[in-house]
């Protein structure tokens, strides 16, 4: 499934251009070291961080995209920084539990 | 139509979450880094010689040695401290300029930032930084995109703060 048509049917908010890209699976964590150690490329990361070094972990293991979760903003820094890297940074009101389950039912395994 | 598996020649092996612990000494103010593989950080200040060191911030981290699948050797990499993004870095800096012009061929560029041991800051050698760069890179699967991770032999470990490397402050409190 693409990220651009996972995120209509999720009614995620789109914190930056969007980057339409597959999603070949999940990685949920708040930790960048966590995710430069076991993300894997194409995973969509599900994170309650919004810093400019989730931007960092995300581009070196090359996830879809990121979803922030409950309703954090992203600083303007992080915006722009996710958007030359072409990550795509959706946020969300849902926390990172009721994420994960909305993606499930969406087939994302 | 089946896909074949992908090979990769390089795999992290002896994952070792722990801390990256920075220290201040009492009198000269010398700063230094160190990685502890523990449950919980060093909070202890303890004496050295002449010098008192007191434990000033702690990161939760990893650290990792990779293996090379072709020949069966691991490289060790107790010496990284952590990776720094070049667009985590000041605007003006060499490195970010380098990044900047990197990022316009699809290569992003890190640096590999070194913990301080005895001999002070060494950059990583570069047969290391080469295994680092075959390890990421073989993960990437965005077209054409590069990661390109230098030693730092711009000095940057006497400018930066060290919440700018890709590790995770603030999550465990010294308090």
């Known amino acids: 499934m693409k990220i651009q048509e996972l995120a209509e049917r999720l009614e995620l908010k789109p914190a930056t251009k969007v980057f339409d890209r597959d999603v070949t699976g999940v990685y949920i964590s708040d930790m960048v070291s966590d995710v430069i150690a076991n993300a894997k490329a194409g995973d969509l990361l599900v994170t309650a961080q919004a810093h400019a070094n989730v931007i960092a972990a995300a581009n070196l293991v090359d996830t879809c995209a990121i979803v922030v979760t409950q309703g954090k903003a992203l600083p303007d820094g992080v915006v722009k920084m996710a958007e030359k890297a072409e990550i795509a940074v959706f946020t969300t009101a849902l926390n990172r539990w009721q994420m994960a389950t909305k993606l499930y039912e969406a087939g994302i395994r | ?175």
Not at chain 2, 107 to 118: F, M, N, W
Not at chain 2, 135 to 144: A, D, G, I, V, W
């Open chain 2, 1 to 175: 139509m089946t896909t074949e598996p992908m090979t990769r020649r390089y795999e992290m092996v002896n994952v070792r979450p722990g801390y990256l612990m920075i220290e201040q000494e009492n009198h000269t103010f010398a700063r230094r880094s160190y990685f502890v593989a523990e449950q919980t950080p060093p909070l202890e200040e303890y004496r050295e010689g002449a010098q008192f060191w007191k434990p000033q911030e702690a990161a939760q981290t990893f650290q990792f040695d990779v293996r090379d699948t072709l020949t069966g050797e691991v490289v060790p990499f107790g010496e990284l401290a952590g990776l720094l993004y070049y667009a985590c870095c000041a605007k003006g800096s060499t490195v970010y300029q380098i990044g900047d012009l990197a990022h316009d061929q699809r290569v992003s560029l890190y640096v590999a930032i070194t913990t301080k041991g005895e001999e002070g800051h060494v950059p990583m050698p570069l047969e290391k930084v080469r295994v680092l760069n075959a390890l990421f890179n073989e993960r990437l699967t965005s077209p054409r995109k590069k990661v390109l991770i230098l030693p730092d032999l711009f000095g940057l470990h006497r400018e930066i703060m060290y919440q700018q490397i890709a590790v995770d402050f603030g999550l465990t409190s010294m308090e």
